[in-house]
């Protein structure tokens, strides 16, 4: 090495050496958290898996690849966790190529090759006949994804398939619940496994515990080849953005809420609803003694206020009374 360069001390050179640290620093760092993450997302994915029962030994798992973020990132971990698994599954990533104008045709190929994994692309025009079908202007979304639906149902039985995969997420979930609260008068989430509507096959969500967020950012870190998701020309449908407007605006502005409203999925209470099928609450008595886990009929529960609220109120007026 040139001593010159070692010895030199002329402020420019000091600068540009603390510049090069910092750089160092910053990839340092970037590298750790992508470490992080991807921890993460492989065991928010494997805690999803054995929560619900999603795979099991002998499973033959149809991986639905559209080209997105999040099916390149569900097939990128379920390769990861087929290695450690304690049972052997299989792996086959399905693409359905709808022929959209300006679909890179030799992306999803090239990767799946490059990666390693059986694959199958299926190519049926369902494009066109949307296109047939449906009047300009109106939403497409609704004929174009029970077209898919059918087509990947069938090739699922073709491959002899066990269980079709699909790359929903957190944030897909939460956007489902409040669509059908608003627009259809439900109660209903996106379940994170489910039985088709022809009873043939188990579809599973193995990101159901994954943020949107991450995802992304792990797809930018992975540079996986994201095809855009716009060919078709369709707008996603405005009642989802505005579902993903909200989410993301309460996740900006009380940082816990979302996962909160995801972690309620799971604790329902049905006795605090107003379902009949659910409850027979046409038919309860008071039996005089007390229930476990019973109601305070009279007071708000410390929950319903803002996070530790009532905690600390109770105990300053506990104070107080000392
Ligand atoms: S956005 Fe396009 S490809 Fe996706 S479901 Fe709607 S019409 Fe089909």
């Known amino acids: 090495m040139n001593d010159a360069v070692l010895t030199d001390t002329r402020p420019e050179f000091l600068h540009r050496t603390d510049e090069a640290k910092a750089e160092d620093a910053k990839a340092k760092k970037q590298a750790f958290e992508a470490q992080k993450l991807s921890k993460r997302l492989h065991r928010q994915v494997g805690q999803a898996i054995t929560d619900f029962n999603m795979i099991e030994g002998g499973d033959k798992v149809m991986v639905c690849m559209s080209g997105g973020k999040d099916s390149y990132a569900m097939l990128d971990v379920l390769m990861n966790l087929q290695k450690r698994a304690p049972v052997a599954f299989e792996l086959v990533a399905v693409n359905l190529d709808q022929k959209q104008p300006g679909f890179p045709e030799h992306v999803l190929p090239e990767y799946l090759t490059k990666v390693g994994v059986p694959f199958r692309i299926e190519e049926q025009d369902t494009y066109s006949v949307v296109k ?102 369709s707008q996603d449908g405005l009642q989802r953005q505005q579902m993903r407007e909200m989410i993301n605006e309460w996740d900006r502005k009380f940082p816990g809420r979302v996962d909160n409203m995801f972690t ?59």
Not at 175 to 189: C, I, V, W
Not at 200 to 217: F, N
Not at 223 to 228: A, C, E, H, N, S
Request: charge should be neutral.
């Open 132 to 233: 047939r079908v449906i009047p300009e202007g109106k939403t497409t979304c609704s004929l174009c994804s029970r077209l898919r639906r059918g087509i990947l149902y069938r090739v699922a039985s073709e491959l002899g398939c066990t269980k079709i995969a699909l790359g929903h997420h957190r944030d897909d979930m939460l956007q489902t619940l409040f669509m059908n609260m608003f627009f259809g008068s439900k109660l209903k989430g996106m379940p994170p496994k489910l039985v088709t509507d022809n009873g043939d096959h188990v579809v599973i969500r193995p990101m159901a515990y994954c943020a949107e967020k991450d995802l992304a950012t792990y797809a930018e870190h992975r540079q996986f080849p994201i095809i855009p998701c716009n060919l078709c020309g």
């Open 264 to 322: 309620a999925l799971s604790n329902i209470v049905p006795s605090h609803l107003m379902d009949r099928s659910l409850y027979p609450f046409t038919t309860i008595q008071a039996s005089g003694q007390p229930v476990a886990g019973g109601d305070i009929a009279f007071d708000e529960e410390e929950s319903c206020g803002p996070v530790g609220e009532s905690k600390i109120s109770i105990v300053s007026i506990r104070q107080q009374d000392d």
